[in-house]
């Protein structure tokens, strides 16, 4: 079952202090099967690919939501070499990405 998994990463972290941001609202309509607004998915595509901590979760104040079951891995050709992005999708990943894109391929 698809499942996004929150927890501390540092010893600062605690999972009380972070309800009610955007990325446990999002966590939470993920793991009861409320579907997410394109705005939402936009966020979750942004906040993944603009973190330096981890490849496919959002950290916020000590505790890392890792969304790994939700998003799909691309590799994408812009300006003639390739990069590789976790996404929830082609739009969102498209609307995240800047400037003229080649070509996008998903990996399964």
Same mark, same amino acid.
């Given at each position: 079952?698809?499942?996004?998994?929150?927890?501390?990463?540092?010893?600062?972290?605690?999972?009380?202090?972070?309800? @009610?941001?955007?990325?446990?609202?999002?966590a939470?309509?993920?793991?009861?099967? $409320? =579907?997410?607004?394109? %705005?939402?998915? !936009? *966020?979750?595509?942004?906040?993944?690919?603009?973190?330096?901590?981890?490849?496919?979760?959002?950290?916020?104040? @000590?505790?890392?939501?890792?969304?790994?079951?939700?998003?799909?891995?691309?590799? $994408? =050709?812009?300006?003639? %070499?390739?990069? !590789? *992005?976790?996404?929830?999708n082609?739009?969102?990943?498209?609307?995240?990405?800047?400037?003229?894109?080649?070509?996008?391929?998903?990996?399964?």
């Amino acid at each position: 079952m698809k499942e996004v998994k929150i927890y501390p990463f540092t010893e600062n972290g605690d999972v009380e202090r972070v309800k @009610g941001t955007k990325p446990f609202i999002i966590a939470d309509k993920l793991n009861n099967g $409320v =579907k997410l607004t394109d %705005s939402e998915k !936009e *966020y979750l595509t942004r906040s993944v690919n603009d973190n330096s901590y981890f490849k496919d979760s959002v950290p916020l104040m @000590g505790v890392r939501f890792n969304f790994s079951d939700f998003l799909k891995t691309f590799v $994408v =050709k812009q300006h003639g %070499s390739w990069h !590789e *992005y976790k996404a929830y999708n082609k739009s969102t990943l498209r609307a995240f990405i800047y400037g003229r894109i080649e070509k996008i391929i998903e990996i399964e």
